[in-house]
């Protein structure tokens, strides 16, 4: 069965912990438990999980919004769930309604992630050279613009 997609708080301690398990599982450079509970308890951010029958979180996305403008921070699946269409879910809860522009950053060798998001409208817009750490990387800059529908 897929898993739920559900909004995260601050006081969903033991879903925050498993968050922060695969942000460090599938990062070289992941958020710390605290960066993440810190963010869930932002007024501006919002933490989308998906998780399964037994509660346990298959996935999750952060995304952060100011006035017009939004950012998607982070999103991972843990890799026992991947290519099950949890990521365009987690995708689909967290821009729903939104009426921003939303930026991100991806990895220039995430072709899997830059395929998703240009699938969600998002365009290349620039590169930060030498950004990522563990390996040394680019990021991609990606835009998507409000006046574009959302998925």
Not at 9 to 32: C, K, N, P, R
Not at 72 to 87: C, K, M, S, W
Not at 120 to 145: H, Q, V, W
């Amino acid at each position: 069965m897929m898993p739920r997609v559900k909004e995260v708080t601050a006081a969903d301690g033991e879903l925050l912990t498993q968050i922060a398990a695969i942000e460090a599982q599938v990062f070289t450079d992941a958020w710390s438990l605290a960066s993440i509970r810190s963010s869930a308890e932002s007024p501006a951010t919002r933490i989308y999980a998906a998780v399964t029958e037994t509660d346990r979180v298959a996935g999750y996305c952060i995304v952060t919004q100011v006035l017009d403008t939004a950012d998607l921070e982070n999103i991972a699946v843990a890799p026992e769930f991947r290519r099950q269409g949890i990521a365009a879910r987690l995708l689909d809860a967290a821009f729903a309604g939104m009426d921003a522009d939303i930026h991100l950053e991806v990895r220039a060798s995430n072709a899997g992630a830059i395929a998703l998001y240009r699938k969600y409208g998002f365009t290349e817009c620039g590169i930060r050279r030498r950004y990522y750490e563990n390996p040394r990387e680019d990021a991609i800059l990606m835009l998507k613009s409000r006046n574009e529908e959302n998925k």
